[in-house]
Structures are given as structure tokens and as C-alpha cells.
């Protein structure tokens, strides 16, 4: 069974910045994509920036020009760099894997970081 593992999460001010990491293990065989999304309290969960294995990346609009996503094949590590943070980034950012591990691609989801912008 995959596993996508995140770390990054914390606090910061207004303003501040913050790189969360998300990496992919156990029967890796090749990643298609990946993407992160964020859910804040009582809101649904939304697709904030995708990245494919060839580098194509998108965004979604509330993020354009701030944040960045990266994917490290090597260690099948995708980066979300968060600059210019505001408060209403504040919630938990969830990996997203479009993964196989040999026979099919699945989805894969890791179990979330916090991210709190204080204002």
C-alpha cells in the first residue's frame, strides 16, 4: 500500500513563509501526478496546485503568484513552497498521489499538516 507522508505544517505571521514536503513510499512503481489541497474548518476540501511527472503544473486562482510546487522524482517528493502567507490560508493541506505501483493507478491521499497564518 502506498504511503504519502507530509511534514511542514506550523505557524506563521502574516506575510511569512512555509514549505510543506509530501513524500510517496511502499511499492512506488511511478507517479503520474500529484497535488495538494487544502480543507479549512467548517469549508469542503479544495484543489490548490497539481504538478504531472513531466512539470505541468496549475493553480487554483486563491493561491496564483504566492505558492509553488515542485516534484522531486527522484525521491518521489512533491514540495508546496507558501509565500506571502495570509490567514485565510490557515487550514489542514492535504498530498494527493496519482500513483501505480506496477499494475494500475490509484489515488492516494496522506493524512494532513497544519498550516496556521496568524494575523
Known amino acids: 500500500q502506498v504511503q504519502l507522508v507530509e511534514t511542514g505544517g506550523g505557524l506563521v505571521q502574516a506575510g511569512g513563509s512555509l514549505r510543506l514536503s509530501c513524500t510517496a513510499s511502499?511499492?512506488?512503481?511511478?507517479?503520474?501526478?500529484m497535488g495538494w489541497y487544502r480543507q479549512a474548518p467548517g469549508k469542503q476540501r479544495e484543489l490548490i496546485a497539481t504538478i504531472t511527472s513531466r512539470s505541468t503544473t496549475n493553480y487554483a486562482d486563491t493561491v496564483k503568484g504566492r505558492f509553488t510546487i515542485s516534484l522531486d522524482n527522484a525521491r518521489n517528493t512533491v514540495y508546496l513552497q507558501m509565500n506571502s502567507l495570509k490567514p485565510e490560508d490557515t487550514a489542514v493541506y492535504y498530498c494527493n498521489g496519482h500513483i501505480s505501483t506496477g499494475r494500475r493507478y490509484d489515488f492516494y491521499w496522506g493524512q494532513g499538516t497544519q498550516v496556521t497564518v496568524s494575523s
Open positions: 511502499r511499492n512506488i512503481f511511478s507517479i503520474n501526478a
